[in-house]
């Protein structure tokens, strides 16, 4: 295998192996929390010093966050080059709690999105966010259990470390693929919401007509 | 960003899902208490063990097994020392749990924390943060490594397995042992507690009738007597009709050695009073205004209490 950090270079193939496995985790992580980073957004509410996270979903300036992180008529999301920008609020579902921003941006990168029904109980996932004013910090632990309404994946219960701040942020797999939004903590677990129910969502929006967009938000 | 399938992480990652799903086979969920169920692990085809603490009532239990169906079940026998209980299903089924048999727990080692606290197994990851020696718990139960884990503890975790990155059990989890701490009871504990419970019902302590509390022991008579500590056992109580009654124990006297090993810690006393000591006279030695004497005790059996978390 190869180990490729983030900046290109090329590790020899078996200098990280030879060392041992972990070390080989080690450097993956690295590269996986980079790659995060580079899709991970803060949503700021005026007035409060931390708000919630949320998640580049289309590279024209879409943005998923928690219904509950945005308090704002006009809130505020600072991108990962620290730039801060005012979002438009195209729809906001309570019930879901999820809510999709615009942003205006230059070179955003959308988030890959990776399917929440592939998750078993002790799959490694990986949470980013901006936990308590704590910037980019990540969280490492397995899938607890993921919770199904009509054989549909309606929570994932997680065991990784979240604080108010997390909100809105991504909670991935090890490709660093999306598979969910984290929304509370329940019980000292980090609950998200599944990244198949952010599509649902996110149908409804494209079906109203709040959005037009050449690509479809959701396949 | 490419994916390989051949990435540390995701096979890390592949192969904590295996083992969390192998040994998901045998944990079962335990209602025999009120609001959540507890956890408890399929020992062999019929038989549960899970946590002392969790189990509020004796009969009427109902396991849930991981793949849904839901067995009846009577308690065994119950080991508050240990925190350790063992339950009878009503038909002998259940795939019983691997066990990691071959080495102790070290410390940096990757467990995972299995439950089951309603329908379905749950997992919780960690390491293991400290191991020591054999070590007694605060109700006097012998535990034969200290393990503890740096895993989060959840509603329902006690009664469940700790497992290692290939499946197999290290360990039964419980809170009921430390304060805020996940610790987990070694195989060789449960073993051994488990057999003596199915064939006993109980595990069998030995019981003298003394109630002691720690002295410092005269300078004087320390040097004069050369003994070994500087602290004994003071006789602040004695059962009557007791084993130390019986054998002429006195309210003030100062117990320095039992079977020649000398105490000054009433767990030291505890530890030596295990079962196999029932029936059997020892000799205790003791400080009678400060002279030393020696007496044979015949050791009891202490009763059960009514022991409930």
Known sequence: ?219 | MSTTPDSVLQSLSDDLAAAVAKASLSVVAIHARRRIPSSGIIWRPGVIVTAHHTIQRDENIIVTLSDGTTVGATLAGRDPTTDIAVLRLNSEVGVAAERATDADAKVGQIVLALGMPGSAVTAALGVVSATGGEWRSWHGGRIDQFVRLDVSIYDGFSGGPSVDARGRVLGLNTSGLARASAMTIPLRTVERVVEQLLSAGRVRRGFIGLGLQPVRLQAGVVKEQGLPREVGLMVVSIEEGGPAHAAGVSLGDVVIAFDGAPVSDPSELLGALSGERIGSAVVIRLLRGGSPMELHITVGERQRRKEHA
């Open chain 1, 1 to 219: 295998m190869t180990v490729t950090p983030i900046d290109g270079s090329t590790l020899a193939a078996g200098s990280a192996l030879a060392a041992g496995s972990a070390l080989a985790a080690d450097i993956e992580l690295e590269r996986l929390a980079a790659f995060v980073r580079s899709y991970t957004v803060e949503v700021l509410s005026r007035g409060r010093s931390s708000a919630g996270s949320g998640v580049i979903w289309h590279a024209d300036g879409l943005i998923v966050t928690n219904a509950h992180v945005v308090r704002d008529a006009r809130p505020q999301v600072a991108l990962g080059n620290k730039e801060v920008v005012e979002a438009r609020i195209v729809a906001i579902d309570k019930r879901f709690d999820l809510a999709l921003l615009s942003v205006r941006g230059d070179g955003l990168h959308a988030a890959p999105i990776g399917d929440a029904e592939s998750l078993r109980a002790g799959s490694l996932v990986l949470a980013l966010g901006h936990p308590l004013g704590v910037h980019n910090a990540l969280s490492l632990g397995v899938v607890h259990t993921v919770t199904t309404e009509r054989g549909l994946p309606r929570y994932i219960a997680a065991d990784v470390r979240l604080a108010p701040g997390n909100s809105g942020g991504p909670l991935v797999d090890t490709s660093g693929r999306v598979v969910g939004i984290n929304a509370m903590i329940v019980g000292g677990l980090g609950v998200a919401i599944p990244s198949t129910v952010v599509r649902r969502f996110l149908r409804q929006v494209s079906a109203s007509g709040a959005v037009n967009l050449s690509v479809p938000l959701a396949a």
